[in-house]
């Protein structure tokens, strides 16, 4: 079993995974209670590509296969500039609201739980990141993967405004 897992994680190592939370769910049915597991896993390739995923299965490493599964299916491309994002953004998922502000070289990732493992997992160096509202991990990272989804290019956020192209941030 363990040979198994070792091949398939040589096979896809261009994508990191990391398991945001573990919850132990339960349904009630007929005959009582039926015990489960739901993984929340981030899934990315440390260049600008991060994914999503929830699993739910009896047991644990299966939820977070199926997890890592989904979260490859819905990857998203986030444009970097110099390492950090180009622009501040506002991210909300449900009562989840989370901001994202560029930061110079040096600064790192200044964010916390799930915001922070996305935005690792994402490739970006440098950001200042606030979660506001409630902290269900799930509903935090939707609002980050918002967020990240509404992220224009410097280019075009400059054509639309009619400006040159400035870039505040240069990695030296």
Request: aromatic residues 4%; charged residues 25%; proline residues 3%.
């Amino acid at each position: 079993m363990a040979r198994e897992n070792q091949r398939d994680y040589n096979r896809d190592s261009e994508y990191k995974e990391k398991v945001v939370n573990i919850a132990r769910v339960t349904k009630v049915v007929k005959g009582g209670k039926k015990m489960g597991f739901r993984a929340v896993v981030v899934v990315g390739d440390m260049k600008a590509k991060v994914g999503l995923g929830i699993g739910k299965a009896a047991e644990v490493s299966a939820a977070i296969r199926k997890g890592v599964e989904a979260g490859k299916k819905g990857l998203l491309e986030v444009p970097l500039q110099s390492g950090t994002i180009p622009h501040d953004v506002l991210g909300r998922f449900s009562a989840s609201l989370v901001v994202l502000r560029p930061a110079p070289k040096g600064t790192g990732v200044i964010a916390g739980g799930a915001v922070r493992t996305i935005l690792e997992l994402c490739g970006v160096k440098n950001i200042v990141a606030k979660s506001l509202g409630s902290a269900n991990p799930i509903n935090v990272a939707r609002a980050t993967l918002s967020a990240l989804g509404s992220l224009k290019k410097l280019e075009t956020l400059a054509f639309q405004r009619g400006k040159e192209p400035k870039v505040d941030y240069v990695e030296a």
